[in-house]
């Protein structure tokens, strides 16, 4: 996995890689396919390297372990070294703020999960900080996570598993289509949540609601 698909710029989801755990070789591949830009958060640099992975830039204060593999780096041609100190953002925040900073609108982010819990609920609320700048998706071999906007559509096969978490609080939430539904309800963190829905029947699953942020998952399993 030497090189990524060529597309044009920004045709296409960049992709950032965290350091939290892997995801199937088969989720990197396809993703990789059709990134026009990858970018690694710091310590992740060293896996994609060890794996020959091919990445565009490389971001972050550098603190995470002994350093990078540098005639690995070397071998990979031209990589972009993106210094970012600030110790208020994460390597996340500085990953998303950097690609914004360069035109992107969107972008996949896998690595983001599983290791440590902090990281994982820190990478997840983060999701929403920025949905006015740029479209961001977590994904791993399990779910797929994202900023629900406040009037939703989508088809999914019956039985597709869906979970609707509050970021803080959201209000004024409808939906349709699933089996549990929700008419005008507050969910609320750390009251209620709307953990393990699910579609009722195939079709189009329909979410709406007026007040707070709430984080779509799509669950797999």
Sequence with gaps: MSSHHIVKD?????????????????????LMEW?????????????LLEQNIRFDAWIGDFDSGAGVNESALLKMGSIERITALD???????????????KGHVAANIIWATGKRADHTFNN????????DQITLRILDDHSRVYPLPQSFQKWYPKGTQLSLIPVGSASGITTQNLLYPLSDDCLELPHRTGNSNEVAVDGFVEIHYTEGYLLMMECLD
């Design 10 to 30: 920004n045709q296409e989801p960049a992709l950032i890689i965290a350091n939290g755990a892997s995801c199937s070789s088969e989720l990197l591949q396809q």
């Design 35 to 47: 990134s026009p830009y990858v970018l690694a958060l710091d310590g992740a640099a060293n896996r």
């Design 87 to 101: 110790q208020n953002k994460t390597d996340l925040h500085k990953g998303i703020e950097f690609l914004i900073s």
């Design 124 to 131: 997840m609320a983060i999701l929403w900080q920025y949905h």
